[in-house]
């Protein structure tokens, strides 16, 4: 994929089916020991990202498509002069310690119906309308094919920590890849602005065939789709390999090797940098 196009909206309704689909045949094929397995989120093992995965569908209906009062602001007003993380951890943990009693084919259940009700909201919903910020991205209200978009990645890690805690099934094949490093591309220009680069330089980012660029234009760091024919730095790396990068699976000195840089050196080290900051598992 070559040359620069605009980057749209994203549409990624199908895939948080064939997501939900994955995350529901691997939790059904657990075996009882199994739910109790160790991840990579030290509170929580395999059932309880289960139900934090419940827990944010929950939310996300009841402050998006119900317009009820978002559970952090709630929070917030136990916990004054806390800030976001710290109200975002408190909400999770609190609803996931509370949910442990949920029998496992329960949680199952319940995770059917909020995947079938919340693509129903996202295929209902006008994609250009505006709701919450992605924050990754800004702080702006976000139009709803980019809110898909965030809750496409995090469900995509999500399943990808199950299915490395159990050993199998983890969701590398790039069907699944592409959409949810669509959506992670949409953050780069944000992060781009702490680096002093000349207007025109261009980050590539590319996982087999696809590839996206975040460009220094007139206005500010862009993205867009594709590559162009000579940019300023290029990562490259497999689907399987960006599967385990971006969803905070590899070691900083795994991750190095998983990627492949090329360009400016000094740009691409400390492009690196900031991933292993990121995304490094610790």
């Not at 199994?34 to 059932?47: F, G, I, N, R, Y």
């Not at 498509?65 to 109200?87: C, I, K, Q, S, W």
Request: hydrophobic share 45%.
């Amino acid at each position: 994929m070559t040359g620069l196009r605009a980057a749209g909206p994203l549409d990624v309704n199908g895939m948080l089916v064939v997501e939900r689909a994955r995350l529901l045949a691997t939790l059904a094929d657990l075996a009882p020991d199994e739910w109790e397995l160790p991840t990579e989120c030290p509170a929580w093992d395999v059932k309880g990202i289960a139900l934090h995965i419940l827990g944010d569908d929950l939310s996300l209906l009841s402050r998006q498509r119900d317009e009820a009062v978002n559970g952090l602001v709630l929070t917030a007003l136990e916990l004054p002069g806390a800030d976001f993380r710290t109200l975002l951890n408190e909400f999770n943990e609190r609803w996931v310690h509370v949910a442990r009693f949920f029998g496992t084919p329960l949680i199952i259940e319940l995770l059917r119906l909020t995947g079938d009700l919340t693509s129903e909201w996202y295929r209902r919903v006008p994609p250009d309308q505006l709701g919450e910020p992605v924050l990754f991205v800004g702080f702006d209200p976000a139009p709803y094919w980019m809110i898909a978009g965030r809750e496409y990645y995090e469900r995509w890690v999500h399943l990808t920590q199950i299915a490395r805690a159990i050993g199998r099934g983890v969701p590398h094949e790039a069907e699944f890849v592409v959409p949810a490093m669509a959506g992670a591309m949409r953050g780069f220009p944000q992060v781009m602005k702490a680096l002093d680069a000349p207007r025109g330089s261009t980050l590539t980012v590319q996982v087999d065939d696809a590839a996206w660029t975040v460009q220094h234009d007139p206005t500010g760091w862009a993205v867009y789709d594709g590559r162009p024919e000579a940019p300023t730095v290029a990562l490259s790396m497999t689907a399987p390999a960006a599967t385990s990068v971006f969803t905070r699976g590899l070691p900083p000195d795994e991750l190095r090797r998983a990627i492949t840089v090329t360009g400016d050196d000094d740009m691409g080290a400390i492009v690196m940098g900031g991933l292993v900051a990121m995304f490094g598992r610790q």
